[in-house]
């Protein structure tokens, strides 16, 4: 059985599809209810703006009156009062961005063509909540990327909520969001922008997993082959990068060196000098391209003066060169008297 669709202006109309009654009330009225050859059954198919020009507010005999939003893919039924979405037993909050408040959308992070985003790339919103329920807002750019955020409004009110980055944006430019909420278009009249940029060489520090190789005493001249320091990073955009610490304690590290594959790749860092006193000393470096960090990393110095192998000529010496030292016993070159010499 088949019912072609059919739009009407009578305030009732009643149909008979397999048994049973619909009622449809109001100017708009979409019959279209077929059913299969399993004895399935299909509701109207309506979005929320046409559901909502059904005026079932008042009329006792739209009570229970069924449609499916095609907005949500839900089941939407009168209750009497409002309709109820019957999407697994989840409450369907209603939220907006009012005009007033799109100023106060943030973006935040740098934004690059072909660059990763991260925890740093996110955006954040006012929204407006007028019943709560359960949320799934996506802020889409249409570039490769988008920001998301899910949970539950747990009761009616002002909310700012943060919408973690997603993707990798395809083209530079400007981006024009489009905030939807379980699907459904909100703060059409915000419309936020994101601008993405275009980078030359770049690239991104691990600098939780940086390495110090070799030793670093005091008086001894550092060798690159044993002195060095390995920086993880992941090359976004190829070509050559060169880079120095600050001099720190006599020393400086430096590298050059030409990223031609994209991903994970290695920098080693080569130091220069030699030290002039003991202890811990931190160095830093900022990475050139398109992406500048601030990367530091700290070096363990030591010295042998006042050892037996290397007794120091007075005290003012080991004083000088080991400042992290306390108190104790060291090894001093004797000195004849006067009269002996």
């Known amino acids: ?157 002002n909310y700012e909520l943060k919408l973690d980055a997603m993707g990798t944006p395809t083209n530079s430019g400007t981006d024009q969001l489009t905030i939807t909420c379980n699907g459904v278009v909100i703060a059409a009249s915000c419309a936020p922008k994101v601008t993405v940029g275009t980078l030359t060489m770049s690239y991104r520090t691990d600098e939780l997993n940086i390495q110090v190789f070799g030793n670093y005493q005091t008086r001894q001249f550092m060798s690159p082959t044993v002195n060095y320091v390995k920086v993880p990073i992941d090359v976004i955009v190829d070509g050559t990068t060169t880079v120095e610490t600050n001099m720190v304690n006599g020393i400086k590290f430096t590298v050059t060196k030409a990223l031609t594959q994209l991903g994970t790749d290695t920098l080693i860092f080569k130091a220069q000098g030699s030290p002039k006193q003991s202890g811990k000393y931190r160095y830093t470096f900022t990475t050139d391209g398109g992406i500048k960090t601030t990367i530091s990393f700290e070096v363990a110095f030591t010295s042998t003066l006042g050892t037996f192998d290397d007794p120091a000529c007075k005290c003012l010496d080991i004083y000088e060169e080991r400042p992290d030292v306390g108190n104790g016993e060291y090894c001093m070159i004797a000195s004849l008297p006067q009269e002996e010499r």
């Not at 009168?78 to 309709?83: A, F």
């Not at 790339?121 to 799934?136: A, I, M, Q, R, S």
């Open 1 to 157: 059985m088949h019912f072609k669709e059919k739009r009407h202006t009578v305030k009732y109309v009643m149909t008979f599809v397999a048994g049973i009654c619909l009622f449809m009330y109001g100017s708009l009225f979409v019959a279209d209810a077929q059913t299969s050859i399993v004895n399935g059954i299909k509701v109207p198919r309506l979005t929320t703006v046409e559901r909502n020009q059904i005026q079932a507010s008042g009329n006792p005999y739209a009570l229970g009156q069924l449609v499916y939003n095609t907005d949500t893919d839900c089941l939407n039924f009168w209750n009497g009062t409002e309709w109820t979405e019957l999407c697994l037993g989840e409450k369907v909050p209603v939220v907006d961005v009012p005009q007033a408040d799109c100023g106060k959308i943030r973006v935040h992070g740098q934004y690059y063509k072909s660059a990763p985003l991260n925890q740093n790339n996110y955006l954040t919103v006012p929204f407006t909540v007028t019943k709560e329920g359960d949320y799934k807002l996506i802020a889409s750019s249409g570039n490769g990327y988008y920001f998301q955020a899910v949970g539950t409004f747990q009761t009616p009110g």
